[in-house]
C-alpha cells in the first residue's frame, strides 16, 4: 500500500510540477526581449484588383450576387450584414458588394464578398424572399 502512495505523490509531484513549468515558459518566451525577425515593408504598392475581371472568375453563386446587388440595390440597401465588415465602412448587405455609384452610372464593385461567404448567403436569402414577392422592409424584419 505504501509504495502506491509513494508512487501517487511522485505522480502529483510531476503533473504539478509540469503544469507551473510550461505556462511560466510560454510566459517568458512572450516576453523575451528578443527580437523577432521584422517584417519589411513593401517597396512598392500592390497593382489594383480588376474586381470585375475576378467577378467573372467566381463561382455562378457570387457572379450571381454582384449581379443582383447592382439591379436591386434598395433590396440589399435595407439588410444588415452580419460578417463584421463594418470595420471597413460597409453599411449593409449592398456595400459589400458596391462600393460606389459614379455620376456616370458606372457602378464600382466591392471585392469583398468575392472572399466572404456569409455576404454571399446573406445575398441568396435576400434574393429568394426578393423572389417570394416580400418588400425590403418585409426582408428586414
Same mark, same amino acid.
Given at each position: 500500500?505504501?509504495?502506491? +502512495?509513494?508512487?501517487?505523490? @511522485?505522480? &502529483?509531484?510531476?503533473?504539478?510540477?509540469?503544469?507551473? *513549468?510550461?505556462?511560466? %515558459?510560454?510566459? $517568458?518566451?512572450?516576453?523575451? +526581449?528578443?527580437?523577432?525577425? @521584422?517584417? &519589411?515593408?513593401?517597396?512598392?504598392?500592390?497593382?489594383? *484588383?480588376?474586381?470585375? %475581371?475576378?467577378? $467573372?472568375?467566381?463561382?455562378?453563386?457570387?457572379?450571381?450576387?454582384?449581379?443582383?446587388?447592382?439591379?436591386?440595390?434598395?433590396?440589399?440597401?435595407?439588410?444588415?450584414?452580419?460578417?463584421?465588415?463594418?470595420?471597413?465602412?460597409?453599411?449593409?448587405?449592398?456595400?459589400?458588394?458596391?462600393?460606389?455609384?459614379?455620376?456616370?452610372?458606372?457602378?464600382?464593385?466591392?471585392?469583398?464578398?468575392?472572399?466572404?461567404?456569409?455576404?454571399?448567403?446573406?445575398?441568396?436569402?435576400?434574393?429568394?424572399?426578393?423572389?417570394?414577392?416580400?418588400?425590403?422592409?418585409?426582408?428586414?424584419?
Amino acid at each position: 500500500m505504501e509504495k502506491n +502512495s509513494v508512487g501517487n505523490k @511522485s505522480r &502529483k509531484r510531476w503533473i504539478l510540477l509540469i503544469s507551473v *513549468i510550461i505556462p511560466l %515558459a510560454v510566459f $517568458l518566451a512572450a516576453c523575451s +526581449s528578443t527580437p523577432v525577425a @521584422s517584417i &519589411k515593408e513593401p517597396t512598392k504598392a500592390l497593382p489594383p *484588383i480588376d474586381v470585375k %475581371a475576378e467577378i $467573372l472568375k467566381a463561382p455562378a453563386n457570387v457572379q450571381a450576387a454582384y449581379q443582383f446587388a447592382i439591379t436591386n440595390p434598395d433590396a440589399l440597401k435595407n439588410v444588415p450584414c452580419y460578417c463584421g465588415c463594418g470595420a471597413v465602412g460597409h453599411t449593409s448587405n449592398y456595400s459589400c458588394y458596391v462600393k460606389e455609384v459614379k455620376p456616370s452610372g458606372e457602378v464600382v464593385n466591392d471585392p469583398h464578398s468575392l472572399y466572404c461567404y456569409l455576404c454571399v448567403r446573406i445575398n441568396e436569402d435576400t434574393q429568394k424572399m426578393t423572389k417570394e414577392g416580400k418588400t425590403p422592409a418585409e426582408i428586414r424584419a
